[in-house]
């Protein structure tokens, strides 16, 4: 695995804007970067990270198994009981999920760590999926990388597959949060995947959906929602006045509410303790568990519902700890070993491995000038080239 510094495409922003990709700077400062890309070479690939991948996949089925049977496990996540036969019944009666990403902890040699799970909102999937393939392309086209190169990265392909999969009847509604680009461009990208698999679609907001007499969802048409993709948590679905209804609304929904389990940080001290050792887990433990207090070489605070590195606290021996504000935290923290993203010429770098209905099939990557990866971290193309 290697940096390497690459040309700039001249156009890459006229042609991001043209594709809809409209957030490719944020802040300020470029989101997408192609000064530099990262190669790989295949056995890197498929043996240290689609494989582990698609064994942590499996091991995160264990932990729902266990999980809806466990009253117990159910506290620890802070699901509230209203919602909890509506998370075991999503996942007995098999409803059907779409995509997540593991964010690893890889560096080109040793096995990679699991730092989290991005299991029902992920996001940069569009420039993950569509535009580091267009760059690819050009990229060779145009004598930036050798000729002959590839890139992990069937997603674009998995992801139409999967909805063909769905057994969608009726139409499909996709909705996130108004003044959202970012949630809006990966919603717009995955209903275009959607079209492709030949489903009937239409978007909406979160704040646009209604409820009828009879409980069910509307959209602005007063049609009733029957499947919904949301890029939406399902966290604060259960804690809103609107997701009161959702249990008896009758509506399928993408992300299912099973993993609500596994969106959850407190998945990663659950995966510890049952598969204690497994070389690509890092100890973990609830913060109020007294083993937590144990860890050797440091460790990171992460609330159990946190984005974009909001509320972490990373503890590094001998230097002072870092932290990210945030809102969140209130319904508890987990403690995680501390294990270092790589660092490629001063860039603190972490690769997300995708996951269509559960199958490894790509991944993005992110660096920061902090080892804390947050919304204003970079993303960077990847090949593969042995």
Known sequence: MQRISITERD??????????????????????????????SLQQIEDDIEDPSGEIEKMCFQV?????????????????????DYVRNSWLNRERNLYGRLDLSYGGNGPAKLLEYNADTPTSLYESAAFQWLWLEQAMERGIVPAGCDQYNSIHER???????????GRLHLASCRDTPEDEGTVRYIEECAVQAGLETAFLHMEDIGID????????????????????????????DFGHSVPESGVTFIEPAWKAILANKGLLPLLWE?????????????????????????HVRKPLFSREGGNIEMVRPGEAPLTVDGPYGREGFIIQALHPLPVFEGNHTVIGSWLVASQPCG???????????????RFLPHVIRD
Request: a negative charge; hydrophobic letters at 40%.
């Open 213 to 240: 007499a009879d409980g069910h969802f509307t959209d602005l048409d007063d049609m009733g929602i029957g499947t919904l993709f949301k890029l939406y948590p399902w966290e604060w679905i259960m804690t809103e």
């Open 64 to 84: 729902v198994e266990r999980a809806i049977a466990s009253e117990e496990i159910m506290t620890k996540l802070a699901i509230p009981e209203g919602f909890r």
């Open 274 to 298: 049952m598969f204690e050792g497994h070389p690509n887990l890092l100890p973990a433990y609830f913060a109020d568990d007294p083993r937590a207090g144990d860890l050797q070489g440091g």
């Open 159 to 169: 992801l139409i597959e999967a909805f063909g999969n769905f057994g969608i009847a």
């Open 11 to 40: 156009d890459w922003k006229t042609q991001a804007e043209a594709l809809g990709f409209g957030f490719h700077t944020m802040y300020g400062a470029a989101y997408w970067d192609e000064t530099a890309c990262y190669r790989f």
């Open 363 to 377: 991944i993005g990557i992110r660096e920061d000038d902090s080892p804390i990866t947050k919304d204003s971290s």
